[in-house]
């Protein structure tokens, strides 16, 4: 049961970022994606993936490890796409000035 409400946040953030970024400048869709992932994606598929390791492997503390490792390196990503189109220049004001 909680396993399908994770992977259903996890599908719905993805549709919702994929409509809101369609047709948007790069600068927007790195903002739409890095929030998406750190919001959406890092916590519930870190979560997916290290209960399953922990069932898997028979340690509680083996999966709560690899939930907090992978949720520490994906965020890190959405944080870095975020910071990418918040900082970085648009090409259109390069190429205007």
């Not at 996890?10 to 369609?22: C, D, E, R």
């Amino acid at each position: 049961m909680a396993i399908g409400i994770a992977i259903g946040i996890i599908l719905f953030g993805l549709v919702i970022a994929f409509q809101l970024s369609h047709g948007k400048n790069k600068k927007r869709r790195c903002i739409i994606w890095g929030v998406t992932i750190m919001l959406a994606i890092a916590p519930f598929f870190s979560w997916l993936v290290g209960i399953s390791y922990g069932i898997y492997v028979g340690d509680g503390f083996a999966g709560g490890a690899l939930m907090v490792i992978l949720f520490l390196i994906i965020f890190l990503g959405g944080l870095l796409s975020l910071l990418v189109g918040v900082l970085g220049s648009n090409e259109k004001e390069i190429i205007e000035k």
